[in-house]
């Protein structure tokens, strides 16, 4: 029987956690669902997916957006629904680009909203001074690796709570045999003898470093010539402000041995999880060149048996157990001052000489490794379980969920009734 | 030797918006009265009010100032307790374990507390709860009842034609749940329902008749035999059924009201307590402690 849960929650991973293939979306299912199976009252905001009227997906009410990204405008309505609703005091959940909010910080300014944020920190050290302040506006932050969490910390946040990581579906994400699924490997570019590399990205300019990856490719291509490279890039290959990935693999050399994934089938959302572990478990190493957040394919190669090519700044150093760091070449500010960095294309290219020179058998000790630390059910749930149980428990010992009802001994006196004349 | 009064309202302009400040403007006349200079501090005048060092601060309803702006200040402190400040909820304290045990917002309070001079509180079950969540911090203290006016709450000697009357009690904190099962519990009795208008639906016997001006109030107890309050929450004192009874009103209540705590034993003895012998028993405290300095 699920617990008694004090406070309703709004799940807000902005993309559709049920229509949706993204990272955010799949951190939206698996929450919304592992939460709702341990007794919370919960919805799914989802403006990216929903639009115009309230659909249900698992039993889960996934509340519209009529406004693109976070949907902003329609949070303090959907949290009041979710009240009538369910009768208990909403808390927003919410997995965002920290910068990129504005109104939910105001909405809590204001004291009209309590929410959790969940951020990717994807940035070097310092953290500029307009994100501390709104990320201070949050009733608790949850990074979602001990890079993160030391660095709000360390510059002087005080709600920043322990990290809790993204999850892999340890149950789906697992090693598979290739030669089981020869159409899968055609369709992939790759044959039995080729030395198999994916990339697993969404396409945005210099926050992925498609470029220094391509590079590094071309340069263990061409000191290894008779090396038969294959790669698949698994992302959209035209985007608005993002590259174009046929003209680019193009102008670097490799566009003879790429392939990429098919734009409208990402559009109809026809690559989901399954689709994924295919992918990742047909590949000889997944390449993760940019300063990530967390980046989910790295962890979920691993559970795969792939080794992973990642930067030696941010979560991924935390997250690669099979693979190789390779050294930034230097860092950067974007427009919205976060210091960012890119992967040096020698580093990759001497990580790929390594990874073909090694036996695939190298680079098993990732299963055990993802399969112990994160897996939703085993891992990643029960932490949020017991963060939110610490946080209704918080609440309710300042008497914010509701005013409290007096004690059973003031009951039983108002009740003994006198009369004095 | 100045007393500054610190209060979230201002009862000097509006001594009768509630009992808070008509229990202050009273003391407050009885201080002019004894000579003393007072100035009222509220939350609207405080930045052009400058307090010196030796100027000695009455606290009363301070929830909006918070205790942190007196801690550390160098100057005497008379706190003077009207509802439970240290509540979130300050109107309906629920005597609950968590609040005796581990109020979250206790400690700041209790720094307060511990370094008035007195803690004056209206009764002694408003002494009681707080004695159970701070101990010695609440030390030395004095118990002073609200002053009511004997002379304005007095049996006029008219009939009294009608059964129960209730004021405010429509209110959650106020018993209106008690009031809604009494109700239902005599459905022959009826009951004049004075004040804010309840949330809820009331019970066919129960006659609202909505807010009475104060200086009617006399008059309408007179009217009735018996006051109705049940209160669900402890309540320092109750100004409210004081006045009844002085009024020559037959209680039915129970012992959740300050008031009844005092333990009065008929309306003489009330009028003694009450009254302008409220307000000299309140300077005659603040005065044995300032004195012995």
């Known amino acids: 029987m699920a617990a008694d849960r004090k406070c309703s929650l709004l799940i807000h991973p902005k993309d559709s956690p049920f229509t949706v293939h993204s990272g955010y979306s799949v951190w939206g299912k698996y929450i919304s669902i592992g939460l709702k199976d341990a007794g919370w009252p919960l919805a799914v905001y989802a403006p990216v997916g929903v639009k115009y009227n309230v659909l249900t997906f698992d039993d889960i009410d996934c509340y519209p957006g009529t406004e693109e990204s976070f949907g902003e405008n329609l949070v303090d309505m959907h949290l009041d629904r979710l009240k009538r609703e369910t009768g208990k005091e909403p808390l927003l959940l919410q997995i965002a680009d920290c910068w990129a909010l504005t109104r939910t910080y105001d909405l809590a300014r204001q004291g009209k909203i309590r929410f959790i944020i969940t951020p990717p920190v994807d940035w070097i050290s310092p953290t500029p001074q307009y994100i501390l302040k709104k990320l201070s506006c949050a009733m608790v932050v949850v990074p979602w690796c001990r890079y993160g969490q030391d660095m709000l910390r360390r510059e002087g946040l005080k709600n920043v709570r322990d990290f809790i990581p993204l999850g892999v579906n340890t149950d789906l994400f697992q090693p598979l045999d290739r030669s089981k699924f020869p159409e899968t490997m055609k369709s992939l570019g790759f044959e039995e003898d080729t030395f198999n590399l994916v990339i697993i990205s969404a396409n945005q300019f210099l926050r992925k470093p498609f470029a220094e990856i391509f590079w590094g490719i071309k340069m263990f291509m061409d000191a290894n010539p008779n090396v038969k490279v294959r790669l698949y890039v698994h992302a959209p290959t035209v985007v608005k402000g993002g590259y174009n990935l046929s003209d680019l693999a193009k102008h670097i050399g490799i566009d003879k041995i790429t392939k990429t994934s098919d734009d409208y089938a990402h559009i109809c959302g026809d690559y989901d999880e399954k689709t994924v572990v295919k992918i990742l478990a047909m590949a000889d190493c997944l390449l993760m060149g940019g300063l990530e957040g967390f980046g989910m394919p790295t962890i979920e190669a691993q559970a795969c048996g792939t080794p992973v090519i990642g930067l030696n700044v941010g979560s991924t150093a935390e997250l690669v157990k099979s693979g190789i760091l390779v050294p930034p070449k230097g860092t950067f500010y974007i427009p919205n001052l976060l210091t960012k960095a890119l992967p040096h294309e020698k580093g990759i290219a001497d990580a790929l000489q390594v990874i073909h020179d090694s036996p695939r058998s190298k680079w098993k000790s990732g299963i055990k490794f993802v399969r112990e630390n994160f897996d939703w059910k085993r891992c990643v749930i029960p932490k949020w379980i017991k963060l939110l149980e610490d946080i209704e428990g918080e609440l309710d010992g300042r008497c914010e969920l509701e005013i409290p009802k007096p004690s059973e001994t003031l009951v039983e006196q108002s009740k003994d009734i006198k009369v004095i004349s | ?293």
Not at chain 2, 3 to 24: C, H, K, M, R
Not at chain 2, 68 to 92: A, Q, W
Not at chain 2, 101 to 122: D, G, H, Q, R, V
Not at chain 2, 211 to 224: F, I, R
Request: glycine residues 6%; aromatic residues 12%; proline residues 7%.
């Open chain 2, 1 to 293: 030797m100045r007393f500054i009064w610190l209060q979230d309202l201002n009862f000097v302009e509006n001594p009768y918006s509630g009992g808070a400040q008509a229990t202050d403007f009273s003391h407050y006349q009885e201080g002019i009265k004894k000579g003393y200079e007072q100035v009222l501090i509220t939350p609207q005048n405080w930045r052009n009010m400058p307090i010196q060092e030796e100027d000695i601060l009455i606290l009363s309803n301070i929830k909006n100032f918070g205790p942190e702006r007196f801690v550390d200040k160098p100057n005497p402190i008379i706190m003077f307790h009207h509802d439970y400040l240290f509540c979130r909820y300050r109107l309906f304290y629920p005597q609950l374990e968590k609040c005796i045990k581990s109020c979250a917002y206790k400690e700041p309070w209790e720094k307060l507390f511990k370094k008035a001079k007195l803690n004056i509180f209206l009764s002694p079950l408003h002494y009681k709860m707080h004695k159970e969540v701070f101990g010695d911090s609440i030390e030395p203290h004095a118990l002073v009842p609200s002053p009511v006016d004997p002379d304005k709450f007095c049996g006029m000697k008219k009939e009294r034609k009608k059964d129960v009357i209730t004021v405010n009690t429509a209110l959650p904190f106020k018993g209106r749940d008690n009031l809604i099962a009494w109700a239902h519990d005599n459905p022959d009795r009826k009951i004049t329902v004075v004040g804010a208008r309840s949330d809820v639906p009331l019970p066919s016997n129960c006659e609202y008749i909505g807010v009475v001006p104060y200086a009617k109030m006399p008059e309408l107890y007179n009217e009735h035999r018996f006051y109705l309050e049940l209160a669900g929450t402890p309540q320092p004192f109750n100004r409210t059924i004081c006045e009844s009874y002085l009024s020559g009103c037959s209680l039915i209540t129970n012992d959740l009201l300050g008031f009844v705590s005092w333990g009065w034993k008929s309306r003489d003895e009330v009028r003694k307590k009450v009254g302008k012998n409220a307000s000299k028993w309140f300077w005659k405290a603040i005065e044995k402690v300032i004195k012995c300095e």
